[in-house]
DNA sequence: ATTTGTATTGCAATCGATTGCATAAATTTT
DNA sequence: AAAATTTATGCAATCGATTGCAATACAAAT
């Protein structure tokens, strides 16, 4: 464990002071070229690192970002995390990431710990039963960014990256009925939150725009897991006035209802047709493959980490309240193809 | 943007030294309780935040941890990083993430990354194609712990968490002797990489002892994406020599050939028994299921940083070379049961 | 030769928290 | 009552890097 190089003890041997070290190593242009080489040279001979939290200290700034997710081990989230990291690390930022683990209470501790790294900007998506923006309200104070992604939080103070729920909605249930499904279940998460309750929205627009019967009971809400996805299929095997297409408002449940569909002995897509979201992996395993909306979650990452980028260089111009909505993707696959042509 | 607290605000309010409130916030039993209740009081009612860079500078520690994974985008290691998650943030550790992509450079960049942060110490699970460790002698020179983790390097200066890649290639393998498989096909990856050539040997060592063929056809080796799944199937629908069962050291890879297999018209297990590695969700959504093997991730990566954490407070007394090996466990599922009885 | 300008470099304070050592006050011992 | 402890607090240096404001040197202009 030997000491640290430091600025002062490249200045004693080049015989310079600390201040003209530490501005050679920043590329201060009132630096001499040849002073400047020199440092720079003896500095990397000399193995030095600079000590950033002296840095941090003096800059009032920490090059971090902090990240808060519900769950780490989801396809779409892993997906988020890539295209965040992708963007921060080549913008010289680091990334600290927690989970909040769908406990509202892991979120505030988690959103406490972030402040106190003193990020220089939030990224959060809300665990499911987040009913209100309190525990970041402490960062608007201190002016620090927080922007949510996916999940995102109707506040006018913060800004959200995400897709358009409720038209993506629409288009599956339009999709649906074009399949000629004439009653359908809708299988979705907490209302709370903008995604789910985004879909339902565009699932009753579809619903109502083409007539169908607008029955409450034809809306789950469930915590879209994989039990939730059979306990749906049982649902709907109870139902006297029995649905001909589901659209559940995830692919990991949706698949776990086709598997207990067709142990039932119904046929799908005969004699229900299914949709999920998400795109996941399994979508495309499952038999027959599953018609779902892709989710642009790199995408997300990566527009989620830029925009907070340019807010803090000062080069953006984003109203706090702005959200910036990417584009989603219906795509058709067969566990909804009941008929040939059209959609 | 309001001023910060600081300790010295404390003090001067309260008429104390900055030395006390110091030693009141961090518990120290010199300080009356009575004062100390009043310091820690204040604290909260003003606000108060400690500056970690401060702190950090004068403690030489940063309480943070670097984690370098090839792709934090696979369902493997979203479990592993949720566990190393789970335990850092209890232990008041922050993770910095960062993924090589698969690239020795950027692995070696992001190496560089972690080691000027100043982590306390290194996690990591290499790269494809990682030849050596001289990315990592530079931690190994401050003295900064390095711990690799499912992907390791076989060096003696490092400790590993991984399972028993033999043991679990070797029990995929009599499994599917024991299901009447004579010739089979072995899909690996880079056999630079422990987990791919530990699998392999596993294999090898099988075949040898129910005296089945040593072909060095028997064996490919690819990139273990969806892609070499399905050349995976057109190669063995070339053979001569057909082989009756498959062994891919990973699900992804798997799902993707039963896929081909099926296209191309085999009937699995039937024609050909398929095992995979990983338990991936895939594998229980394709038909028929995958026999596989779970990979415990989120214990390695929980294990991981509890050593790691370990070992920075003294506590424990792991030999540099040591390494952990976790328990897997073969999963038999429809892709390669053939009969009724035994395994 | 004097003034003005420009290019470089240094001085010294600052960012907050920590900690070894010293001091002061209160308590106990002799 | 004086001495020895114990308890509680303060002093001041330290951790490295940064930066506003001088200061110096040398070239150019008058």
Redesign the pocket.
Known sequence: ME?????????KI?????????????D?????????TSIVTKASELG????????N????KTNTLGVIVPRLNSNFMSAVLAGMEEVANEAGYNLIISQSLESVKKEIANARTMFNSMVDGLLASVAYDTDDAGHFESFVAKGIPVIFFDRIIGDARFSGVTIDNVKAGYEVTRHLVGQGCSRILHVTGNLKRNVYAGRMEGYKRAIAEFDLPQDESLILVTDLGQEAGKAAAQYLHTLPARPDGIFLASDVCAVSCIQALKEIGYVVPGDVAVAGFNNDPVSQVIEPNLTTVHYPGDQIGQVAVKTMINHLNGHSSIHPASSIILDSELIIRGSSLRKKKGN
Do not use: M, Q, W
């Open positions: 000491k640290e190089i430091t600025i002062y003890d490249i200045a080049l015989g310079l002071s600390p201040a003209t070290v530490s501005r050679a190593l920043n201060h242009p009132a630096i001499n070229i040849n002073t400047k030095y690192r600079s000590n950033t939290f002296a840095s200290l003096r800059k009032r």
